[in-house]
């Protein structure tokens, strides 16, 4: 009995054995997770550790190349100024060459002309000095051998006798002068000649003109007749003038009548023609930059981290000490604070919630030196009455001249381009051709058209050919060519208008009035003060602005009366759009030349080529 017994307590101990050794597995599989999941929170800390001294140094390294770059563009800014106002100075000598030259070829054409006329008035009073001479010679061989002409004689008293007017008797003749001494070679000189006879006190009016040539009322419009075309033509989209828009414009100048006997319409027809009969339709119709990290100080700040950052690059930029600085300012000479420093003072102006910072600090009797530089620097600028006033006086004196000479060139330019424009012979030739094409067009459906507006010119581009290989301005450019050769350079007489176009009155009118703001508040701050600075500024300044006062109220009315004269509004007109009209028109036009010029040039190479062949 006593061997199963042992044989079940082996047992029992065995599988007390395996459950432990199940167990012991199991808790060194725990343990062997447990590491595992302890490495990767241990890699993660190491992960996230920074090491702040490689940190400083990329900060330090970064700000130091941010401020480099800050001053890089701050040269390139200057020099950009300086590169624009070499461009408006030599813009303006070039303007005043050519306003000189333009007057020196004027005054050249009225010598020729005066040449002209006195050669031909001297030529004339040469030939009536020799057919009085040869006359006199005549009366004088006749009076020596004692006759008379009879012819002459007679003729004289039929004169004299006619230009009475009652037919009364004419008193007898007087005797015959004595003879004369013989014609030597010494010269004769001719004695002046008679006045013409006087016109018969109780004659009729002279009778009137014959039909068509009398003459039209002042501002009147010759009545334009409709042209009608053999084929259907396409309708160009301009926009037409009125008669009672035109008077005044140039279009009262310009005939198109005269165009239509040098152009071959014919051929304007074929390349237009659209299909189907010629109808007549009358219903168609710079931030802040991030700056140095500064190393912990006992110094307190009342700014925030940017803004002090900012300042302290500002302030290393001045290299001025605060005193200096607000001295400086005080006096308001640029001689003592140059303009790049007021232009990195007025960034750092404190702001209304920093002045109450300061005041309070200030009230509750804190130690100043306590404050950090930047603090300090802005706590000096915030006691400076009107800091922001006497910056800007500041900056408005040291941008003057600067200001001055970019306005003034733009001033000219508008000058010179709405005075070359309107002087301009060849242009009014070219818009003589447009009209007379756009009356041959549109006349048999809206009627002709005594003008039409600057706009229209952009239409040309969209009426195209048949064959919509071509358009009108090609056409027109392609008729001036082989007709009106002498319109082929009317681009020459057209001065400064790709500049003009770029130039908005309304930014002129604020720049100078703007200019005139900054100078009233020279005046006022002078008014308070003893010393001389802002008087100098004042005698060197003001005529300045008030001669280009002067010359920017030419330039406007001169250029109104330029956008009146080619039909535009005068109110509404912008040298902008009023110029952009001719150098779109003038681009295409010399577009077409050049693609004419090197199809020419291709037709000449092959036949060369063929020829050699």
Known sequence: MEKPVDDIRKSHWQKILYSLLILAFQILLICVLLFILFLVQISAYLDNVFDVAALMDDSETKTAALEKVADLELEVEHAHRRIAQMEHESAAQIMALERALMEARSERDQLVEGRRLAEEQAETLRRQSAVFRASLAEQSSTVTDGHFPRESSSSGISSCSGSSAGGSETPPMPPPPPPLPPVTSAPVVAPPPPPPPCPPPGGAPPPPPPPGLMPSPIGAMTIKR???????????????????????????????????????FDDFEEKFKMPGPPSKDVNDSLTSLPSKRFKKSDLISLLEHDRLRNIAISKRKIGLATEDIAKAIHSLDLRQIPLETVELLMKVVPTDVESKKYRKYLEERKDVNALTEEDRLLLELNKISNLTGKLTILHFMGNFNENVNFIAPQIEMLRAASESIRRSTKLKGVLEVVLAFGNYVNSAKRG????????????????????????????????????????????????????????????????????????????????????GVLHDFLVASEERLRNLQARLHEARAQFRETAEYFGECSRTSDPTTFFSYFVRFVKAFKRMMNFQKCQAQSRKNWLHYFKKI
């Open 226 to 264: 409709e042209i009608q075309t053999k084929n259907r033509l396409p309708t160009l989209n301009w926009a037409a003038m009125r008669p009672n828009q035109v008077r005044g414009t140039v279009f009262c100048e310009l005939d198109d009548g005269h165009v239509f006997n040098r152009i071959d």
């Open 448 to 531: 002709p058209a005594y003008g039409f507006k600057l706009q229209s010119l952009d239409s040309l581009s969209d009426l195209k050919t048949a064959d919509k290989k071509s358009t009108l301005i090609n056409y027109i450019a392609d008729t001036i060519k082989t007709k009106l050769s002498e319109l082929m350079d009317f681009d020459t007489e057209l001065k400064h208008i790709d500049r003009a176009a770029t130039i908005s009155l309304d930014n002129l009118i604020s720049d100078v009035a703007e200019l005139e703001r900054g100078m009233e508040a020279v005046r006022k701050e002078n008014c308070s003060r003893t010393e």
